[in-house]
């Protein structure tokens, strides 16, 4: 096992077959930014989304995608510059990944690509022992969908944060309260069918605790240009309140609870989950 790796995966408490297969998930998510960065793709795209949040500001819940969005928007990009040094990145640690490319659709703005890996061969690498290893079952593959917006809505700002491992590098990402702006368009306006996605609602939970500082400008750009905010009219603070309550009246606790449980190491810290500690935690976010 690369001396790297060996350190990456130091920081992690790892028990069973989804505590291994959730640390090399974040493995390759952090040699991939790490492969980014060398293409200089930081150079006109900001990390942002959960794994943003997870990787660099130390979310307390595992994330599976890597979500950037292009500086300015650019309808002709493409992955395919950078999927050879994605592929190239993850093998110069023992990693064996490819990279597929999805085809953009006509009325997407998104551009996507999937990172592939056998989970038991991959697992091997980082000798999680023969008890875990058997528990893998033959075929399954850890899969990180890859994106990009490349119309993304402006009045956005970003930061350079740095990482020292697998070796000191920077990435490019939005400052925190556009990322929770991101955020709370997710909680409002997400389709995500019939499910609730738990996730959504614990990061929610987290900003509050940690990072309450909510670009609303941001968030009206959003909502405009996913068309779930036509008024002529501002997007102000009591609209917003308005709008995130009515969200809490209609939310499925326990399919929340239920989404996000796998992802986070003590699932019994959401017991406290409902209605009125949602309404509660709100009152908390200060608009910038």
């Not at 998510?29 to 500001?57: M, S």
């Not at 969005?69 to 050879?84: C, G, I, K, T, V």
Request: proline share 4%; aromatic share 12%; hydrophobic share 40%.
């Amino acid at each position: 096992m690369h001396e790297a790796v060996r350190q990456m995966l130091a920081k992690y408490d790892c028990q069973k077959v989804e505590d291994y297969t959730n640390a090399l998930r974040e493995i390759f998510q952090e040699i991939a930014l790490l492969g980014l960065w060398r293409a200089k793709f930081f150079e006109k795209a900001a990390f942002y989304g959960g794994t943003a949040l997870r990787i660099l500001y130390k979310l307390d819940r595992f994330s599976e995608d890597l979500d950037f969005s292009l500086l300015q928007p650019a309808n002709d990009f493409s992955w395919e510059r950078y999927s050879q040094a994605l592929e190239r990145e993850l093998l110069a640690f023992g990693f064996e990944v490819q990279v597929e490319l999805k085809n953009k659709a006509a009325t997407s703005n998104v551009q996507s690509a999937f990172l592939k890996a056998n989970t038991l061969n991959q697992l091997l690498i980082i000798e999680p022992g023969k008890k875990i290893a058997q528990q893998i079952p033959a075929g399954q593959k850890i899969r990180i969908r890859v994106e990009v917006d490349t119309d993304p809505p402006q009045g956005f700002f970003t930061e350079a944060k740095f990482l020292l491992l697998p070796l000191p590098f920077s990435v490019r990402t939005y400052t925190l309260p556009n990322l929770f702006a991101g955020k709370m368009h997710a909680v409002l306006c997400r389709q995500w069918k019939n499910r609730v996605k738990g996730r959504d609602w614990y990061d929610l939970i987290w900003y509050c605790a940690h990072h309450p500082h909510l670009n609303l400008k941001h968030l009206e750009q959003r909502m405009r240009q996913s068309g779930d905010w036509n008024s002529r009219q501002i997007f102000d603070p009591q609209t917003f309140m308005k709008k995130l309550t009515a969200k809490i009246n209609t939310l499925d606790i326990e399919q929340a609870r239920s989404e996000v449980a796998p992802f986070v190491k003590d699932p019994s810290t959401l017991n406290i989950w409902s209605k009125e500690f949602f309404s509660a935690i709100i009152e908390r976010i200060e608009i910038v």
